[in-house]
């Protein structure tokens, strides 16, 4: 008999324990994600952008036109999410031409670069640069 209230005692004990409070389990941080693509393409430039957006449970994908300066420099084309609550953002860029020039991205979280990549295409493929990332915090 005293094992069975022993084993009452614990099992009320472990049903009215809560877990919200406890400072050790992880919080659902809200990150600022910025995500720069430059290109060295001295001409007219468009890539194509395709993510996923988990918000809308639905791909986004669509043309982004980088802009000139009055030099003819490329300036740098910018996605920004400003509160992504997200873990991960899962997409790509290419440029929709034979172009050598290079194609670069920087994902930036809260400010701090997270992830550079690059790719320049050939005569035959196009330049395709990854922006599936996970954020770990």
Known sequence: MKKFFLFLLLLG???C???SDNPDLPQNKINNVEIVFTTTEPNTDEIMITYYDIAKADNVSGPHNFVYDNDGKPLPLVL???DYKYKF???EAFRNNFSTSEL???I???GELIVERFDRGTSTTFATVDIS???LN
Request: glycine content about 4%.
């Open 13 to 15: 004990t472990i049903s």
């Open 104 to 106: 670069r991205v920087q």
């Open 108 to 110: 930036y979280v809260n």
């Open 80 to 82: 920004k999410f400003d």
């Open 17 to 19: 324990t809560t877990t």
């Open 133 to 135: 990332f996970r954020i």
């Open 89 to 91: 953002l899962d997409g």
